[in-house]
């Protein structure tokens, strides 16, 4: 069965400080990893979309990584208007359209 | 383009009863689906459509039933509440095999 596992559920930043958010996935024939910022009280909004191992996509202080087991959220210099919840979802191959979720992790910048 | 769009925001509802959650979408988009999102747990598919006339079950499907007449349109149906159903709904519409869009959600409650 498809997993995916995010750490950590909670992280808490100062300003400036850069981190790094992982999620990790079991999933037979990776189709398409995703990245979504929900704030809240508002529907997922849509990030980046991984396609393959090794390839990287960069949103002002946002970048994502994949390997073949995981994929990291670099967030570099936050500002508190980064505090957020950031999903990632996984798409297989054998199903073109259909997403599985991790829990999510819970970010708080601090000024 | 108003993307996707969600009614009501709020609802309550006594065990038992019935209502639907209306979702709609102006992008021409052939696959919507329905999620639920839980405190702690990721978004789970309850039900999904390719296309007008076909509909298909996710992970969570009981209690829940969907019609796709229309590519704007995608209702989904509680046939008799229960308090396991009090949760935030997300609809979410998007070309096949590629990103979801969200809309804002209903947060439903069952008493």
């Known amino acids: 069965e498809d997993q995916v596992t995010q750490s950590p559920e909670a992280l808490r930043l100062q300003e400036g400080e850069s981190s790094s958010l992982n999620c990790s996935y079991t999933v037979s024939g990776l189709r398409g990893l995703f990245w979504y910022r929900q704030d809240p009280g508002k529907g997922p909004e849509f990030l980046f979309t991984?396609?393959?191992a090794g390839e990287e996509k960069e949103k002002e202080r946002l970048k994502a990584t994949l390997t073949k087991k995981e994929s990291f959220l670099h967030i570099t210099a936050p500002k508190p208007e980064d505090s957020a919840t950031y999903l990632c979802a996984v798409q297989a191959n054998y199903n073109n359209n259909d997403m599985r979720f991790g829990a999510g992790t819970r970010l708080t910048v601090k000024p | 383009n108003a993307g996707v769009t969600q009614t009501p925001k709020f609802q309550v509802l006594k065990t038992g009863q019935s209502m639907t959650l209306q979702c709609a979408q102006d992008m021409n988009h052939e696959y919507m689906s329905w999620y639920r999102q839980d405190p702690g747990m990721g978004l789970r598919l309850i039900h999904y459509?390719?296309?007008?006339?076909?509909?298909d079950q996710g992970e969570v499907p009981n209690g829940y039933n969907v019609s796709r007449s229309t590519t704007e349109d995608f209702p989904l149906r509680l046939l008799s509440a229960a308090p396991s159903q009090t949760s935030v709904y997300f609809c979410?519409?998007?070309?096949?095999?590629?990103?979801?869009?969200f809309g804002p959600g209903t947060r439903l409650t069952v008493t």
């Open positions: 979410a519409s998007s070309p096949i095999g590629r990103e979801q869009y």
């Open positions: 991984l396609y393959s």
């Open positions: 459509s390719v296309g007008a006339g076909i509909t």
